[in-house]
């Protein structure tokens, strides 16, 4: 099974570099496309997509998570960080372990 990802310009590029294949959304109609073509490969484990992205494709994204079994949909703040009410990386760390950590 492999990754991909579906996100900004930035965030694309970074995990190219990582060998994981991405795709640009600077749109909504974008973001549904590339989900779209991205779920539909048979080797697709995960997708990795930016709050934002997943923001503006809200009903497809839960549409996926609840009537597929694969693949799993993992969002990601993007470069400007957790969206609104949301919690970061570290807060849920945080409540994991139990602990501060950094």
Known sequence: ???YCIAD???V???QLAGI???VAATAEE???AIDEVAAQPD???IIITEKVAA???PQVEMIRLEREHPLIVEIPGPEGPLSGRKSLREFVQEAVGM???
Do not use: H, L, P, Y
């Open 1 to 3: 099974m492999k990754f």
């Open 9 to 11: 310009e930035d965030t």
């Open 13 to 15: 590029r970074g995990f």
């Open 21 to 23: 294949g991405a795709q």
């Open 31 to 33: 973001a549904r496309i």
């Open 44 to 46: 697709c484990g995960i």
């Open 56 to 58: 503006w494709i809200r």
């Open 100 to 102: 501060s950590v950094g």
